[in-house]
């Protein structure tokens, strides 16, 4: 909403609604009067419009994905200066540079860039009456001052020398005012703690070195506004030790069944050093049992161009069931027993990671890992009867001969997606990774996972993943490995989880699959508005098609394969920290029984 105030009586004149757009930002009168530029959000992407108060007509200036802020119409009205990324920012490697100024023709809207500080952030351009200069905000040095363009040559100058800054409340608010006429500037600044509004002359300002794009060193000039008192800042000694920064949401479970009663309760707690230079983690993990123990820790040093991490961690992986109850031809007693197979991992592991970019990184780790296993049987015996427990015993013995790994890896990913409120939305990922383990087992595990995310259409996305999961070599096939995935709904939606599909012929048990997803994923609204709203609920539809083939051991025989597909439709919501999926899923195989509801808890692919 645009609203028009008569200055002199306060009233309200009109009011101008904008229902396509989310937000709108920073509205500058054309010199005629007759129109009005501003800068407004629509769909999470910052454009410059212009409106005709007579027609009310609205015609965009930009549309894409670069931020636009800060219109000011030139005293021709043939122009407007605007801050703008687009000559600094890259859409193929999601990389954001600083904002600088641009040029826009109302008429053609053809973009030219203008001189502006380099190196720094050039926001809040404001014209001299005789469109000669253009005074703006530039933080050279990482403190915010007004300078000034001499548009014939490029000449740069600065006026102000504020050791606190000339900014507003964030740091792209507006915070320049110029009454052209009169040739002067309105400007505010923080000082001992509050913001004051100063005053001064449109003054020449100091020539700022064009090369460097900095004031020059030593310089003086009393045209420049000196704010310099001494009392702005205040010191804090730097402190490298860990100190607690959070604590993450400590949590309860306790449940019965077949496996007897548990009781289970958890916390994880983070430490970091003031400059988040260091990070460390802990969680823990305690219940009824031994086998309910889970300790996890790991540290971050992020100093250096080098990162690096080291963690360990004592971690029981538990399945099992029961048997239905038999009667023993000796008492006709009751008897169940209940299997619980146990895997207890002991690991210690290290890594190192390189970042080329923001985007992309390298990986190396290496680590050590010893895996018992145990099966721990207890059978109870009832009263047919009264159906009373008389007896209960059990017996814990070893279900396979322990193993001690050595374990390696190497992997290159990329990471340029944009999320949305429950997935990415723009933008691509992947990760090509090998990882040889050596010891009591000796094979090599490979992961290829590639994703990519088109918005062909605001705001559909269509996102694709192709991911390859194997492992290779002598072992890959060995029943005392886990799983390459616990659930198939992760990677093939509508099928069965880890309890129902455990045997021997189960996609679970696959020593390689390759799955590829597709899905075309909207907020909810897009069903009913071409329009975004930044109020509504986070919430996302999908259409989607999942399929996978996974390639199952055989003993001393080629692996046999099987197929698995499925589409759907779908909806995430974001609610509570955590992301659900509902979906409706039909199985695309002979043994499809028709439309099956399924639900997931991760966001998406």
């Keep these: 909403m645009l609203t028009l105030i008569d200055v002199t009586t306060g009233n309200i004149e009109s009011e101008v609604p904008f229902p396509d757009l989310d937000q709108v930002f920073n509205p500058t009168w054309s010199p005629d009067g007759a129109q009005i530029a501003f800068s407004a959000i629509r769909g999470g992407f910052s454009d410059l419009y212009v409106v005709d108060l007579k027609t009310r007509a609205v015609r965009p200036l930009t549309s894409d994905p670069y931020a636009d802020l800060h219109p000011s119409w030139s005293p021709d009205g043939r122009s407007i200066a605007f801050s703008t990324d687009r000559f600094t920012s890259s859409l193929n490697t999601l990389s954001f540079g600083e904002f600088r100024l641009g040029l826009i023709d109302t008429a053609s809207t053809r973009i030219t860039e203008l001189p502006s500080v380099t190196g720094a952030k050039n926001i809040d351009p404001h014209w001299s009456a005789d469109g000669a200069s253009i005074y703006f905000i530039a933080d050279a040095q990482g ?5 000034r363009v001499s548009l014939a040559d490029g000449e740069m100058f600065r006026l102000t020398n504020v050791s606190t800054g000339v900014s507003g409340v964030t740091a792209l608010s507006p915070a ?8 002067r500037l309105a400007f505010s600044v923080y000082r001992n703690g509050k913001y004051e509004i100063r005053v001064m002359n449109a003054a020449a300002g100091t020539p700022v070195d064009r090369p460097r794009h900095a004031p020059r060193s030593g310089a003086a000039d009393s045209s420049a506004a000196e704010l310099t008192d001494g ?15 959070r604590g993450i949401q400590p949590y309860i479970s306790a449940g019965g069944g077949g496996l007897n009663s548990f009781l289970r309760a958890g916390v994880a707690l983070s430490f970091g050093d003031m400059l988040g230079d260091h990070r460390a983690r802990t969680s823990f993990q305690v219940g009824k049992t031994l086998d309910d123990v889970v300790a996890h820790a790991a540290y971050v040093n992020l100093r250096s161009r080098w990162n690096w991490a080291i963690g360990g961690g004592h971690i029981p992986w538990l399945i099992g069931g029961t048997s239905a109850p038999r009667t023993p031809p000796v008492d006709g007693s009751l008897t169940r027993e209940a299997v619980l197979f146990r895997q207890l991992h002991r690991q210690v592991t290290g890594r190192v990671i390189y970042p080329f970019s923001d985007a992309k990184r390298l990986e190396l780790s290496a680590g050590v890992q010893s895996i018992t296993f145990n099966r721990k049987t207890t059978s109870s015996v009832y009263s047919p009867q009264t159906g009373l427990l008389l007896s209960r015993t059990t017996i814990m013995t070893r279900a ?20 949305g409120p429950t997935s990415p939305v723009l933008g ?9 383990t050596f010891g009591t087992l000796a094979f090599t595990s490979v992961n290829a996972d590639y994703r990519r995310y088109l918005m062909p259409v605001r705001p559909f996305t269509i996102a694709v993943r192709a991911l390859h999961l194997g492992r290779y070599g002598g072992s890959s096939d060995d029943p005392r490995l886990l799983p390459l995935v616990l659930t198939l709904r992760d990677v093939v939606r509508g099928y069965g989880d880890i309890g129902r599909n455990a045997g021997p012929d189960s996609p679970l048990s696959a020593t390689r699959m390759a799955i590829a997803n597709i899905e075309m994923r909207f907020p909810y609204y897009a069903l009913w508005s071409r329009h975004t709203r930044s109020s509504a609920l986070p919430i996302e ?3 989607f098609y999942d399929s996978g083939r996974f390639w199952l051991p055989r003993a001393h025989t080629e692996a046999a394969s099987t197929m698995l597909q499925s589409l759907g439709v779908g909806a995430r919501i974001a609610a509570g920290g955590s992301v659900f999926e509902i979906d409706g899923v039909r199985q695309i195989d002979r043994r499809s029984g028709g439309w099956t509801f399924a639900i997931n808890f991760q966001p998406g692919f």
């Design 428 to 436: 691509q990922r992947y990760r090509f990774a090998i990882a040889p």
């Design 541 to 543: 539809a999908l259409l």
């Design 231 to 245: 009392r702005e800042f205040t010191t804090r000694p730097y402190k490298s030790r860990l100190a607690l920064n």
């Design 400 to 419: 396979a001969a322990p193993a001690l790994l050595a374990e390696s890896g190497a992997a290159l990913v990329w990471d340029s997606a944009v999320f």
């Design 143 to 147: 403190i915010s001052n007004i300078h």
């Design 176 to 183: 320049l005012g110029m009454a052209a006429a009169t040739n």
